[in-house]
């Protein structure tokens, strides 16, 4: 049975594993997608992820959703704290 992995940058969440997290589809809503597009920013990763376009596979895990679940309130993914740790201009401030 096929499970999901977190698609956020830096983030090995596994619903496997993780059985308590909650593991989220791009909504199909265009403005609630840019939004999630725009936190979940994969620009900073180099290679095949710098042009991200998620599919129905693609899923982010309730980690990244303040109170740790998306809601009715709760719409957009805010949380990532590896967020630059890979970019380069990160790298240059070590």
Not at 38 to 61: D, L
Request: hydrophobic share 30%.
């Amino acid at each position: 049975m096929p499970g999901f992995t977190c698609c956020v940058p830096g983030c090995y969440n596994n619903s496997h594993r993780d059985k308590a997290l909650h593991f989220y589809t791009f909504p199909k809503d265009e403005e609630l997608r840019r939004l999630w597009l725009k936190n979940v920013s994969r620009a900073g990763v180099s290679g095949c992820f710098s042009t991200f376009q998620p599919t129905t596979g693609h899923r982010v895990c309730s980690e990244h959703f303040q109170g740790g679940r998306k809601s009715y309130l709760v719409r957009v993914p805010t949380i990532f704290p590896l967020r630059g740790v890979n970019e380069p201009e990160a790298r240059g401030k070590l």
